[in-house]
């Protein structure tokens, strides 16, 4: 289990469910590694502030981690994590590799339109 | 804007930063960490670390977790992937503005600002990031099962990448500026020995190109000035680490390689403000040292301000948030 303070996907239900239950979701597939963990840290930091989008992470070896590898739009994605913008149940963005905070909350802007009012 | 006031503000939260903070902490000062990444800083970019005293074998990320927990137990507020819009460092009252919508502000400042790895800088790069490009061999290695990649760069992490890289692609070639290594010899005689390894020597990668994924490469002659176009599955960048030092430009000291100009006890040109860590001008650059130069960092700081008791503050002065 990947040692963050996300709440993790540890199933095909709770990925389903995760997809029904919310909006705006954004799952971050990764290992304890050192492209993986900043973005965790940066989930982490956005999570209070961004109260209308559902932060989940996923084992990219576990036994859901193809749920992600294996979306088209992961397909060209040779960086780890793979981390992946769902709106509706639908991908809506997709980016491979470390990102930093200005990098998520551009794409968090941008497609999940409703910002929460910050603290 | 929203304002607080501390006895000293460490900006960056790496080894350097989170042990001036533990050290600032436990003598009751009352101490803010600020940091624009993630807490740990490289240290959580090393998979295992064996040469730490005391400690036989730890992951980067375990090393700076406990050393975050050890600085919040003291009393230290740690602040991360914030971003600092500006800094005032030259009166007896330091202030640091976070996001633009809160200002900091203390007697003592300590820069422990860390470094990042250094990119190429050339047309393609950020487009193919993690697709085809990467900064790390142990996390996206076997995304180049028998593939053929380059490594770029001739120091210790380049070479030793290289080889470990050899587990996992069909050919690895080594792009290298200089007509010569910096690694130590053991490293370039490992190399040398591996055959999976070629060399192209003084070059330089000038373009990366491709559709959806990263498919060729330019590689440019820096004797000749000739380019070449190379197919190539992926590109691993290896080529050494920059300090996080341009919000300090024109503020205090910088030599030419933008590193922060300190005493041996760390004192920067401006009073009242230390640096610490892979930020500053020196030679040697591993956690250990970092560890050494927040503890200087910090005493030095407390020395400052038992000598210079200068007034915090008072509340006349916070503006409350509009």
Do not use: W
Request: with cysteine.
């Amino acid at each position: 289990m990947l040692q963050t303070g996300l709440t993790h996907i540890l199933s095909e239900k709770d990925f389903q469910e995760t997809l029904k239950n919310n909006d705006n979701v954004m799952v971050c597939c990764g290992r304890m590694g050192p492209m993986c963990i900043p973005v965790y840290g940066v989930m982490e930091e956005l999570e209070s502030e961004y109260t209308h989008v559902a932060f989940r992470d996923m084992e990219f070896d576990g036994p859901i981690g193809h749920l992600i590898r294996n979306l088209p739009e992961c397909r060209n994605f040779r960086g780890l994590p793979f981390t992946v913008y769902f709106r509706d149940g639908k991908v809506v963005s997709a980016t491979s590799s470390i990102q930093n905070r200005d990098q998520v909350t551009q794409i968090l802007d941008a497609e999940f339109a409703t910002k929460a009012v910050t603290k | 804007m929203n304002s607080d006031s501390y006895d000293v503000i460490v900006v960056g939260a790496g080894p350097a930063g989170l042990t001036a903070g533990i050290y600032l902490a436990r003598a009751k000062m009352r101490t803010l960490i600020l940091n624009e990444g993630t807490v740990g800083g490289q240290t959580v970019l090393t998979h295992e670390i064996a040469n730490y005293p005391g400690i036989e074998s730890i992951s980067g990320y375990q090393l700076a977790t406990v050393m975050k927990n050890q600085a919040k137990k003291f009393g230290c507020t740690i602040r991360a992937n914030i971003s600092v819009t500006r800094l005032d460092l030259a009166g007896d009252i330091k202030s640091v503005e976070v996001n633009g919508r809160e200002r900091f502000t203390a007697p003592a400042v300590i820069l422990a600002t860390g470094g990042r790895s250094r990119t190429l800088g050339v047309p393609g790069e950020e487009k193919f990031k993690g697709k085809g490009i990467s900064y790390c061999a142990t996390c996206d290695g076997d995304f180049f099962q028998d593939k053929d990649i380059i490594v770029v760069g001739g120091g210790n992490s380049a070479l030793e990448e290289a080889v470990s890289l050899t587990k996992y692609a069909r050919s690895v070639t080594v792009v290298h500026q200089f007509d010569h290594f910096q690694a130590f010899a053991h490293a370039i005689e490992d190399a040398k020995r591996n055959p999976k390894i070629s060399f192209v020597m003084e070059s330089t990668i000038a373009e990366f190109s491709g559709t959806d994924a990263l498919e060729m490469v330019k590689i440019k002659n820096l004797v000749t000035g000739e380019t070449t176009d190379r197919k190539i599955d992926g590109v691993f960048v290896f080529i050494g680490y920059v300090p996080n030092t341009e919000k300090l430009d024109g503020i205090l000291d910088l030599n030419k390689a933008g590193e922060i100009m300190v005493s041996p006890l760390l004192d920067t040109s401006l009073p009242g403000v230390y640096a610490a860590g892979d930020s500053i001008a020196k030679r040697y650059r591993q956690i250990t040292t970092a560890v050494a130069d927040g503890t200087v960092a910090a005493l030095n700081a407390m020395e400052y301000l038992r000598k210079n008791a200068v007034p915090q503050p008072t509340e006349e002065l916070v503006e409350t948030e509009s």
